[in-house]
Nanobody, 119 residues
Framework: QVQLVESGGGLVQPGGSLRLSCAAS????????MGWYRQAPGKQRELVAD???????NYADSVKGRFTISRDNAKNTVYLQMNSLKPEDTAVYYC?????????????WGQGTQVTVSS
């Protein structure tokens, strides 16, 4: 089992910034993909960004140039720096860890953290 604990969500004004963190513990796969997904009310969960153990990154088009994903393998932690936030970024953000070349749904999910972008 792997446990994921997220932190850093909250309320921010449009144009503001937030940094999400997700710490993994337990039986962590040596080679893995860690990522952030989000789900807005009435919408499906979608990929925001993910990063492999060796640092390769992947971003949704809607966040390219505004969000940056990074990880600290020594701490088993992944971060999401979110800049220039927009109201449409409002969602519950979930951390995920899974083996490469498998579905994220075959991995583990955090409990989610709310991000609200509003004036």
């Amino acid at each position: 089992q792997v446990q994921l604990v997220e932190s850093g969500g909250g309320l921010v004004q449009p144009g503001g910034s937030l940094r999400l963190s997700c710490a993994a513990s337990g039986s962590i796969f040596l080679i893995n993909v860690m990522g952030w997904y989000r789900q807005a009310p009435g919408k499906q969960r979608e990929l925001v960004a993910d990063i492999t153990s060796d640092g390769s990154t992947n971003y949704a088009d809607s966040v390219k140039g505004r969000f940056t994903i990074s990880r600290d393998n020594a701490k088993n932690t992944v971060y999401l720096q979110m800049n220039s936030l927009k109201p449409e970024d409002t969602a519950v953000y979930y951390c995920n860890i899974h083996r490469p070349y498998t579905s994220p749904n075959l991995g583990y999910w955090g409990q989610g953290t709310q991000v609200t972008v509003s004036s």
